[in-house]
């Protein structure tokens, strides 16, 4: 399939996703990726267990050339210094064990990449998103999102001009809001792959920073202080989001907390990365309530604001992008919906390692 046909067809294809009562699809017109739809399974599961995470970038170091899986690229690109790297003539689909490896440590580095014409990939389907996914990490189950049926694995998001799966604030004059996915859990995600099925004719972009660029930017003394601190990550607003009747209604987990250091380091690069997010991120522990939003608050703007720290990446079909949550933030742009276009996308969530204090011995309380 051609660009122009690819266009065509996300642009013309678009189905209503009829709706009963508790968020199931009911009917759709002709769409090829109408089995990626969004479904809300009423299904219950049990908390999530620890488990031992060996990152694939440990492998890749080994490599006689870490970087060889780019070799046969046509184009390898840096989308900014600090962050991110755009890449064209590599195919995922194609990509060997040791390939994987390399470009979890690629990812790991740059943050952020972007492979274009990656339509063989994405139209391999489910199976083969969970094969790649399970490559780097346990996958994991989204306790609120929509998924499709049959594929609890698989995050969708989800916006059209009758319906939104999307974690949205109405009463926001904006609709960037940073975080790093589900930070709330226990051993949150590291390698991160998503693409878009359908997409708006223009706009939903996603912003990305680099967390690590965000830290060095702040002054040695107060790095230091903010070594010392652990902050709680909660999904105790997502929940209660959906709750509500929002993104589905669907609660599929309890609600969980947890405590991560401020400051994380990176388990295969050693990089130090802040870490913490206006989406998750709801207090400093061990400092009283003004001392831990004015720190937080100034943190916060600061990731805001830096935008000599920040890449935005401009979807186009057959987009795969690939992120390491542990050392960058995102943000969605839902600038779209006067357009009444539908903006469609998967993500294979891969966890890591519960994050690693930068501050070796720093103690993490359990909440």
Known sequence: MSAVETVTEVSQALPT????????????ESYSYANLLPHFSPEQYPPLTPFK???????ALKHADPRAFLKNATSVVELTPNLGTEV????????????????????ARRGLMVFRGQHEFIDRGPDSYLEWGRHFGRLHIHPTSGHPKDYPQIHLVYKDAKSSYNFEREDSITSTVWHSDVSYELQPPGLTTF???????????????????TLKKLSPSFVAFLRTLSAVHSGVEQAQFSR??????????????????????????????????RQFTTRIVGLKREESETILKFLYDHVDKSADLQ???????????????????????????????????ARITPQAERPIPALEGLELPSI
């Open 311 to 345: 890449a935005r990446v401009k979807w186009q079909p057959g987009t795969v992008v690939l992120w390491d949550n542990r050392v960058t933030a995102h943000s969605a742009i839902v600038d779209y919906g006067k357009s009444n276009e539908r903006r469609h996308g």
């Open 88 to 107: 064209h003539g590599v195919n995922l689909a194609t990509l060997n064990s040791e390939g994987r490896d390399q470009l979890a440590l690629e990812v």
């Open 244 to 277: 509500s009747g929002k993104r589905g209604g669907i609660v599929r987990r309890e609600t969980v907390e947890h405590v991560h250091p401020l400051v994380r380091r990176h388990p295969v690069t050693g990089e130090e990365a802040l870490y913490v997010n």
């Open 17 to 28: 996703l009829n709706l009963h009562a508790g968020g199931q699809e009911q009917k759709t």
């Open 53 to 59: 995470h060996e990152d694939p970038g440990f492998r």
């Open 195 to 213: 693409f878009l099925l359908s997409q708006p004719t223009t706009g939903g972009d996603t912003l990305f920073t680099s967390q690590i660029s």
